[in-house]
């Protein structure tokens, strides 16, 4: 079946740096990719859709200069937390369409910001 | 934009009861409705999915049923056991072009 690897699984950064997750598709080529992000107890919410080759397209109220999406080619996403802040802790997931109907979703990042 | 309301937000039942789940949506050009299962820390699990051209679909103790009309799909799980303990999340997209909005989630409790 259609996988999406993820990583890291978690990261601990400090705050003010940079984190970079990864999500590639392993056994297809995933055109576009959902970022999602939730907290605890709370459901997932859509932060961007990234498209191979175009720019991301992000929900209301997600900061694109915050979260760098690059979706470069048909096998990988990367999600960028730039100058991340404590409140950037979260679990953040990623999934990708896998036929007509249905998604495959990545293990998710779990970030904690210090 | 689609706007998924889940119900209740928690639900405790003895084992071997039956648990349901309601949702509604908003959009009416959703057409794809999957139900996910979520333990702590890790990557919500497709357990049923129900197309807008079926009404109802089963898959041994776990059934879904649609209602185009109303814009409500329920999620029935039958003789639960402890495993089904962990949070549920209905969802409704317009095929996997497009992103799924989810509902807010259900943690069931199955009592011993």
């Known amino acids: 079946g259609a996988v999406v690897s993820q990583h890291p699984s978690r990261v601990i950064c400090k705050s003010g740096t940079s984190v970079k997750i990864e999500c590639r598709s392993l056994?297809?080529?995933?055109?576009?990719m959902f970022w999602y992000r939730q907290f605890p107890k709370q459901s997932l919410m859509l932060m961007a859709t990234?498209?191979?080759?175009?720019?991301?397209?992000?929900e209301q109220g997600v900061e694109k200069d915050k979260f760098l999406i690059n979706h470069a080619s048909l096998t990988l996403s990367t999600l960028t937390v730039t100058s991340a802040h404590p409140e950037d802790s979260s679990f953040y997931i990623c999934?990708?369409?896998?036929?007509?109907?249905?998604?495959?979703f990545g293990s998710g990042t779990r970030l904690t910001v210090v | 934009g689609e706007n998924v309301e889940q119900h209740p937000s928690t639900l405790s039942v003895q084992e071997g009861d039956s648990a349901v789940i309601k949702c509604t949506y908003s959009?009416?050009?959703?057409?794809?409705f999957p139900w996910y299962k979520q333990e702590l820390g890790k990557r919500p699990q497709l357990i049923i999915d129900?197309?807008?051209?079926?009404g109802e679909k089963k898959d041994q103790r776990i059934a879904v049923t649609l209602n185009k009309t109303a814009k409500h799909f329920s999620l029935h799980i039958t003789e639960t056991q402890p495993e089904d303990s962990a949070v549920y999340f209905c969802?409704?997209?317009?095929?996997?072009?497009?992103?799924?909005?989810f509902g807010a989630g259900t943690t069931v409790t199955v009592r011993a």
């Open positions: 999934s990708a369409p896998t036929g007509l109907y249905g998604y495959t």
């Open positions: 129900i197309r807008s051209n079926v």
């Open positions: 056994d297809f080529q995933a055109t576009t």
């Open positions: 990234s498209n191979e080759g175009s720019k991301a397209t992000y």
């Open positions: 969802a409704a997209s317009k095929g996997s072009d497009y992103k799924l909005s």
């Open positions: 959009d009416s050009a959703s057409n794809y």
